[in-house]
């Protein structure tokens, strides 16, 4: 199984600086959502970034335990700034016939099959209060999704997912086989909605 179109859209929207960051290469996908303000959250959400690139650079042979650790060295270099930054992260390699996932904040994963939907990380935290993070806590969920060709993964961070509604979401995604024009429609809505944060939506289709 491998990615065989994706759509990546990330936009400042009505903020002043772009906190967010993503990444789609070599069958690994990833979004993250930086936190500290301003200089120090963008510093942090490319740190994961770099750390994911870098684990990915090599070839993989435990996806869950390569991206576990590049998330922990992304989180100790936030936390040696020692300047209050930190970032969510939501991670997903696709290898095999299966989606491994690792994640820590309140960035998502989505999985769309058949035409249901189905979220796949759980938020760490409440409202504007995370509690698990890069940066923070950095305690990584993981799971193992068993994949079949046609499927889709949806990553978004939350300007994207708090200003839709799930049925939306699901709708956006599932009415079109264009990876870019599902990643940009979850954009528009959300800004269309009001949302009031950055914006980053990346949507896969595997077979």
């Given amino acids: 199984m491998r990615i065989v179109s994706y759509g990546a859209v990330s936009v400042v929207g ?3 600086n772009q906190e967010d960051a993503f990444l789609v290469k070599d069958g690994t996908i990833v979004v993250s959502d930086g936190m500290g ?14 750390e994911v690139e870098r684990a990915i650079s090599s070839p993989i042979i435990d996806p869950i335990h390569t991206i576990a650790g590049a998330l922990r ?16 992260a939501t991670v997903v390699v696709v290898k095999d016939e299966a989606a491994f996932i690792v994640h820590a904040g309140d960035t998502r994963c989505y999985h769309l099959k058949a035409g249901n939907l189905e979220q796949m990380t759980r938020d760490h935290g409440i409202g ?13 969920e993981t799971h193992t999704l068993k994949l079949s060709p046609g499927d889709k993964l949806v990553l978004t961070s939350d300007g994207v997912h708090d200003a839709l509604d799930f049925d939306t979401l699901r709708l956006i995604v599932s009415e079109t086989d ?10 528009v809505e959300a800004l269309a909605a009001g949302s009031t944060d950055n914006c980053t939506a990346i949507v896969a289709i595997v077979g």
């Fill in 128 to 140: 504007f209060y995370i509690d698990n993070a890069v940066g923070l806590l950095c305690m990584t």
């Fill in 178 to 187: 264009d990876a870019q024009k599902a990643a940009d429609g979850l954009v």
């Fill in 14 to 16: 009505r903020r002043s």
């Fill in 73 to 88: 060295e992304a989180d100790r270099k936030c936390k040696q700034a020692n300047d209050g930054r930190g970032a969510t």
């Fill in 37 to 50: 303000g301003h200089a120090s959250g963008e510093l942090a959400s490319l740190a994961v970034i770099a």
